[in-house]
Each structure stands twice: as C-alpha cells, then as structure tokens.
Nanobody, 121 residues
Framework: QVQLQESGPGLVKPSQTLSLTCTVSGGYITANYYYWSWIRQPPGKGLEWIGYIAYSGITYYSPSLKSRTSISRDTSKNQFTLQLESVTPEDTAVYYC?????????????WGQGTQVTVAS
C-alpha cells in the first residue's frame, strides 16, 4: 500500500517561500510510469493542480504558477518537495501530494491527507 505524507510549516509570511515535503512509503518515486504531484485547495474553492515530477525527474508546472514554483526530489529519502516563492494570502490552501499513474490514464491513485498552509503576517 502506497502512503504519502505532507510535512512543512503551517504558517508562512507574505513574500516568503513556502516549502513542503512529501514522504512516500510503499513505493519508489523513481518507479516507472508514475508522476508525483502537488495539488492545493484554497478555502471555498476547487482543487488546483500545481505540478508534478515524473519518475524520470522531469518536472511539469501549472502555467499560472510556473514562475514561482519548483518541485524537486530526494531519491535517497524517497521524498519530493514543493517550493512556492513570493507567497501572498491567495496561496492559503490545503496542500496535497499524490501519485499519478501514467498507464492508468493519469489516475490520481493515492493522496496524502493534506496539510493546511496559511499565508499571513
């Protein structure tokens, strides 16, 4: 059973960088044909895709967030990380990490429980 767990600060000040880590167990982030994604849900709104890092290490980002986003990985720890620069209160959301199966029509198979991040001074 694959499990994902988000971790990071729950409060970030405006203009700072939000940094979250997703720790994966039960599967390797380098395993073929899986992408590892970050998604968020602002209060009262729907899910918003942020980006993902592929099993090959290639990254893909939402065009609307691309200029501020970086997703990286540490294969020795089986973790991948989100960094979002220059945050504003509009970046307040529950942030999720998830595994995406390429061979299953990009199905979001497994999700972390989510972590609340609030941007406020």
């Amino acid at each position: 059973q694959v499990q994902l767990q988000e971790s990071g600060p729950g409060l970030v000040k405006p203009s700072q960088t939000l940094s979250l880590t997703c720790t994966v167990s039960g599967g390797y982030i380098t395993a073929n044909y899986y992408y590892w994604s970050w998604i968020r849900q602002p209060p009262g709104k729907g899910l918003e895709w942020i980006g993902y890092i592929a099993y090959s290490g290639i990254t893909y980002y939402s065009p609307s967030l691309k200029s501020r986003t970086s997703i990286s990985r540490d294969t020795s720890k089986n973790q991948f990380t989100l960094q979002l620069e220059s945050v504003t209160p509009e970046d307040t959301a529950v942030y999720y990490c998830a595994r995406v199966s390429v061979v299953q029509d990009y199905d979001y198979e497994y999700w972390g429980q989510g972590t609340q991040v609030t941007v406020a001074s």
